[in-house]
């Protein structure tokens, strides 16, 4: 499986975009890239899933590079309330164990 | 609300008691995963079930631990002699047969060891 390595932790301001890039030096082929967001004392939750070039929801954009070593999730126009921890995971076809790593903090401010 | 749920959400034990959790997954989603968080850390991936099968198990799951799927449906995890070291927030998630699995987390269960 491969490893992701993320920034512990970023502060961004009300109205801003954020984007947080988690690097996967050794993807494999088959490797998708997933993010969650989790809060205090919940689950985490599933924000975006790709594989290449660029995905768009309602909620952020994925952002990955043709050599597919590293990812950048955007999250556009943050609130206070996007405040959480964000996670990157790769993984691919017949992975049966999701590994998160230990995320990044975002925290957001006024 | 047809997402995961799990019971109890808290739990609070005496040190040396047994615990069990529940887990309903996502109805029709043949995949269960549990995973362990503690504070400030990531979920760790202690087993994985397809249907009633359980297919992987972690390390960290010592012989304490047991998890069953007894009919493809709802699951449990089961500590025996909690220790103070289990004291963390145990989750469920679920996922369908797609290709690249994406699981839905529940809202966990927070266990304190005392």
């Known amino acids: 499986l491969a490893k992701t390595t993320q920034p512990i932790s970023m502060d961004s301001y009300e109205g801003q975009e954020v984007n947080i890039t988690c690097s996967h030096n050794?993807?494999?082929?088959?490797?998708?890239i997933t993010w969650y967001q989790q809060f205090p004392s919940q689950g985490p939750r599933f924000i975006i899933q790709g594989y290449k070039t660029k995905v768009t929801n309602e909620v952020a954009s994925l952002f990955i590079p043709a050599d597919r070593k590293s990812s950048t999730l955007s999250l556009p126009r943050v609130s206070l309330s996007d405040t959480a921890v964000y996670y990157c995971?790769?993984?691919?076809?017949?992975?049966?164990?999701?590994?998160f790593g230990k995320g990044t903090r975002l925290h957001i401010l006024p | 609300d047809t997402g995961v749920s799990q019971d109890p959400r808290h739990k609070i034990t005496k040190r040396g008691q047994n615990v069990t959790f529940r887990c309903d997954p996502i109805?029709?989603?043949?995949?269960l995963y549990w995973y362990r968080q503690t504070l400030g850390q990531g979920p760790e991936f202690l087993t994985y079930?397809?249907?009633?099968?359980?297919?992987?198990k972690s390390r960290l799951l010592s012989d304490r631990f047991s998890a069953e799927r007894p009919k493809g449906s709802f699951s449990t995890l089961e500590i025996q002699r909690t220790e103070q070291g289990d004291s963390a927030m145990y989750l469920c998630?679920?996922?369908?047969?797609?290709?690249?699995?994406?699981?839905?987390f529940g809202p966990g269960t927070r266990l304190t060891v005392l």
């Open positions: 995971l790769v993984g691919g076809v017949g992975d049966d164990k999701i590994i």
């Open positions: 998630a679920s996922s369908s047969g797609e290709t690249i699995p994406i699981p839905h």
């Open positions: 079930f397809q249907n009633e099968a359980q297919l992987e």
């Open positions: 109805s029709e989603h043949n995949r």
């Open positions: 050794n993807i494999a082929t088959n490797d998708y």
